[in-house]
């Protein structure tokens, strides 16, 4: 049985977790509301405040859909209550990024500038100019927007410059070095 796909997701006071046809999970609580249709080789059964997930059969695929099911279904339940945040953090000179209603401008040493429009379910935050704070309850769609960001000037390793993850580590390389 898998520990992870085994274990109840505990609902939190003010959150309602409901199954519908086809397996479709919807889960509303004080931030909003999400829902997500789930595999057919898994069930899902609400006993009072805890949902359990089980599968079908011990098949290796069915036993990988038990833990990802639960998994998504734990995410969707902390979305609602608390929200998901990435920070990134921008390095290097006259790099910076600031908020432009529901726009993000941010100067990367291009010749232009690159503007990122806030998508729905999705907040951007800048309270420094080196430093952009990415919001919202689904954890793919925070994570990806994130991603997208970053994409725009990845950190190089020699100098460091560019867009990371407030807890990533550049891996830097040495210059070259003359032999005379």
């Not at 080196?130 to 689904?138: A, L, Q, V």
């Not at 769609?141 to 950190?155: E, H, L, S, Y």
Request: aromatic content about 4%; glycine content about 12%; hydrophobic content about 35%.
């Amino acid at each position: 049985m898998s520990r992870i796909g085994k274990t109840p997701i505990d609902i939190p006071t003010g959150v309602t977790v409901t199954v519908g046809a086809g397996n479709l999970i919807t889960v509303k609580g004080p931030k909003g509301e999400l829902s997500r249709a789930v595999r057919p080789e898994v069930t899902v059964s609400i006993d009072g405040a805890v949902v359990n997930v089980t599968r079908s059969s011990d098949l290796p695929y069915h036993r990988a859909m038990h833990g990802l099911s639960r998994s998504l279904i734990a995410n969707m339940v902390i979305g609602v209550t608390d929200g998901f945040k990435k920070e990134l953090e921008i390095n290097g000179v006259g790099y910076r990024a600031a908020k432009d209603g529901r726009k993000l401008v941010m100067n990367l040493g291009y010749s232009h500038q690159v503007i990122v429009e806030e998508s729905d379910g999705i907040t951007i935050d800048v309270p420094a100019p080196n430093k952009i704070i990415i919001g919202g309850i689904d954890k793919q769609a925070v994570g990806q927007f994130a991603a997208d960001i970053r994409k725009k000037r990845p950190p190089e390793p020699y100098l460091g410059k560019g867009i990371k993850y407030a807890d990533e580590v550049i891996r830097r390389k040495e210059g070259k070095t003359s032999t005379k």
